[in-house]
């Protein structure tokens, strides 16, 4: 089936002769000529009744003309509301985003739900690692590691940053860590869901960037989890400011690390095509990097 042939057809019909219709669509005659004839062949009737002088629609040709100009509205009106959910967010929105990130980018789809009364929300939650996730199909995927599969995009929207955090109960008992290798001496508490899987955490000291072997006390999927261990004088745990700093201004945790450093990583958004974003995808990232650089400066 071809479109542009059926739409010559029907303005063939209209104008009622080849010079009209060439004139009217910037085709030559013996161009629309022989569209049509191949288009009759393809259909196996005959739809137009020539004459040297004239030219009718046979009855065939008369429903087919009624077709066309449904099917070609059909089109046009599919091409409209194609155009316009690209251009205004709406339909569903499915999105693949650890628990903790959902909660703090909360206000966000609030915010786009209030906005844009045509869209709706999927959310698929939940602290495991990305590559555990690809075989399913999203719109977005949020995560702190870039994707594992060369086919995926992946942008760059946040910088998160890091710190190593006790209560001030627990630092008391057990003093800071001076060194690297005095997390040997303490309870640590892992984050196994964003951090590497080699049970190792990372350090500046003496100028030098030390990767440390560690061998946790508790192992957790849910930094929110391992803040609660923290505030529970459990133990140490490498915390996000995001979720340390209230806590922190309030003193109920301190830095565990006695050096000054500079940890961070990078919040990932995750999607399959850079070709036709469709705006409740491109809206919402937009939306996600705003409300960061706002309460994250």
């Known amino acids: 089936m071809n479109l542009e042939d059926m739409e010559l057809f029907v303005n063939l019909a209209k104008q009622g002769s080849f010079t009209k219709a060439a004139d009217f669509t910037g085709i030559p005659k013996s161009t629309i000529s022989r569209r049509i004839t191949n288009l009759e062949k393809q259909l196996g009737v005959q739809l137009l009744a020539r004459t040297t002088r004239s030219l009718s629609l046979t009855e065939v040709g008369t429903n087919y003309l009624q077709g066309c100009e449904d099917l070609i509205d059909q089109a046009k009106q599919l091409e409209q509301n194609t ?27 609030t915010e786009m739900i209030n906005q844009y009364p045509e869209l ?11 590559e555990e996730q690809t075989s399913n199909r999203y719109d977005i995927m949020f995560h702190v590691d870039e994707p594992k599969d060369s086919s995926l995009i ?11 955090y006790a209560s001030p109960t627990y630092i008391a008992k057990n003093g800071l860590l001076q060194k690297p290798s005095d997390v040997q001496n303490h309870h640590i508490i892992f984050n196994s869901a964003s951090q590497a899987p080699s049970h190792s955490w990372c350090f500046e000291y ?35 400011h995001m979720l340390s700093k ?30 036709f974003l469709p705006a409740k995808v491109s809206v919402f990232i937009e939306k996600i990097q705003q409300f960061w650089e706002k309460n994250n400066n």
């Open 83 to 109: 155009q316009q959910q690209n251009d205004q967010p709406s339909g569903t929105l499915s999105i693949f985003i650890p628990n903790t990130l959902l909660r703090v980018f909360w206000p966000v789809v």
């Open 120 to 130: 709706k929300f999927e959310a698929y939650s939940s602290e495991g690692r990305q």
């Open 154 to 164: 992946a942008r760059r929207i946040a910088e998160v940053k890091y710190d190593y």
């Open 206 to 240: 003496q100028g030098e960037l030390i990767s440390q072997p560690i061998s946790p006390f508790f192992s957790v999927q849910n930094p929110e989890l391992g803040l609660d261990l923290c505030l529970q004088d459990k133990g140490i745990a490498l915390v996000p």
């Open 246 to 275: 209230k806590h922190y201004q309030q003193g109920r945790l301190v830095k565990a690390y006695a050096h000054p450093q500079q940890l961070s990583g990078n919040i990932y958004a995750i999607y399959h095509s850079r070709k």
